[in-house]
């Protein structure tokens, strides 16, 4: 008995031990896992529903699975975004590639280069004060005071280039009000000022959900195509990095992959986590609008037809005197590698 016992508990011990060790071994892996990320650090343009594809992509682990951990700030302005990714305190930007243009025109020698695209026109709404979307035309914006985003920006440039148009004479007929910062344009017009206001969302449905103002158009579905949001990384950073910036790019193309695919209601549910103050409802609402206008790329590639319509709207705006060389300022390497 006794015998029997002492084996039995040896037995015991031993099997109690191998789990100890298994459990150790598999926590050893999983650390060794989470110690192989490499952290990106990325600056984006501005916190908005519109960038569905990439809150995806970092709530389904796509980037992880490319050993990527993201860091992610919100800029508030792509004029932010770029200084942030000048200065190094960002690997990568994403917002428009106005940017870069602005930047290599400015003589900088290591300056960003545009490497993979994720929406494809304007994500922003005309709102106005009156519920009239059906019967509103563009011609109602004569003589009207319009909060338009910050001057040299693609939003108030997408938007000059849409009223231009319509017909509208930029100096005659509207006042472009281009003195309010981007964030603080909603509150801006909920406080009283100006008659109509570009909106991105979820603020443009925010506003109309409390009655404040009403979603009129959409002014990326009326300006077409144009490479809109893309990421972007110094060209030193890029040189010096190729394998991580296909990775990123990999993880990417899975983000727009799925939204192409997935219903509003599932979407909704993987980037509700960056949208804690908005309902699922308000999500699902804001999302269906973008698959209505078509907002978000098949493929990271950026063309260079979007590229030159771009700059097309860049110099109808002012903003422009010569056109940047799309060799220079795009890399589709990666984006055409992407799987």
């Given at each position: 008995?006794?015998?029997?016992?002492r084996?039995?508990?040896i037995l015991?011990k031993l099997?109690?031990?191998?789990?100890?060790?298994l459990?150790c071994?598999t926590c050893?892996?999983?650390c060794?896992?989470s110690e192989?990320?490499t952290?990106?650090?990325?600056?984006?343009v501005a916190?908005s529903?519109?960038y569905?594809?990439?809150?995806?992509?970092i709530?389904?682990?796509y980037f992880?699975?490319?050993?990527i951990d993201?860091?992610?700030?919100?800029a508030?302005?792509?004029?932010k975004?770029?200084?942030?990714?000048?200065s190094?305190d960002s690997d990568?930007?994403?917002?428009?590639?106005?940017a870069?243009?602005?930047?290599?025109?400015?003589?900088?020698k290591?300056?960003?280069?545009?490497f993979?695209q994720?929406?494809?026109?304007d994500?922003s709404f005309l709102?106005?004060r009156?519920?009239?979307?059906k019967s509103?035309?563009?011609?109602?914006l004569?003589?009207?005071h319009?909060?338009?985003?910050r001057?040299g920006?693609v939003?108030?440039?997408?938007?000059e280039?849409?009223?231009?148009?319509?017909?509208l004479?930029l100096?005659?007929?509207?006042k472009m009000d281009?003195s309010?910062?981007f964030?603080a344009m909603a509150?801006?017009?909920?406080?009283g000022t100006g008659d109509?206001v570009?909106?991105?969302e979820?603020?443009?449905?925010?506003v109309?959900?409390?009655k404040?103002?009403?979603?009129?158009?959409?002014i990326?579905?009326?300006?077409?195509?144009v490479p809109?949001?893309v990421?972007?990384?110094?060209?030193?950073f890029i040189?010096d990095n190729p394998e991580?910036?296909?990775k990123?790019?990999?993880a990417v193309?899975k983000?727009?992959?799925?939204?192409?695919?997935?219903?509003?209601?599932?979407?909704a549910d993987?980037i509700?986590d960056f949208f804690p103050?908005?309902?699922?409802?308000t999500?699902?609402?804001?999302?269906?609008?973008?698959k209505d206008?078509d907002?978000?790329?098949?493929?990271?590639?950026?063309?260079k037809?979007?590229?030159?319509?771009?700059?097309d709207?860049?110099?109808?705006?002012?903003q422009?005197?010569?056109?940047?060389?799309?060799?220079d300022?795009v890399?589709?390497?990666?984006?055409?590698?992407?799987?």
């Open positions: 008995m006794n015998n029997n016992f084996r039995d508990y015991k099997i109690a031990l191998a789990i100890s060790a459990m071994l050893f892996v999983g060794g896992k192989d990320l952290k990106v650090k990325v600056s984006e916190r529903i519109f569905a594809p990439q809150y995806a992509a709530n389904k682990g992880k699975d490319e050993g993201i860091e992610l700030t919100t508030q302005g792509a004029d975004v770029t200084a942030a990714v000048l190094g990568i930007g994403f917002c428009g590639p106005e870069t243009i602005y930047v290599q025109k400015g003589g900088e290591d300056y960003p280069v545009n993979a994720i929406t494809k026109r994500g709102v106005g009156k519920d009239n979307a509103f035309k563009y011609s109602d004569k003589g009207k319009i909060i338009a985003g001057a920006g939003p108030e440039m997408t938007l280039y849409v009223l231009k148009k319509n017909g004479d100096k005659k007929d509207v281009t309010i910062q964030a509150g801006t017009f909920v406080g109509y570009a909106l991105f979820p603020s443009a449905t925010e109309e959900a409390n404040q103002g009403y979603v009129l158009k959409s990326g579905e009326e300006s077409g195509e809109y949001t990421y972007n990384a110094k060209k030193s040189k991580l910036i296909q990123f790019t990999n193309q983000g727009l992959d799925y939204v192409q695919t997935a219903s509003s209601e599932e979407i993987q509700k103050d908005n309902d699922k409802e999500l699902v609402k804001v999302i269906d609008r973008y206008i907002a978000w790329k098949d493929t990271p590639v950026l063309t037809d979007s590229f030159d319509r771009l700059q709207i860049m110099s109808e705006a002012g422009l005197d010569k056109k940047a060389d799309y060799k300022l890399n589709t390497t990666f984006a055409e590698k992407a799987k």
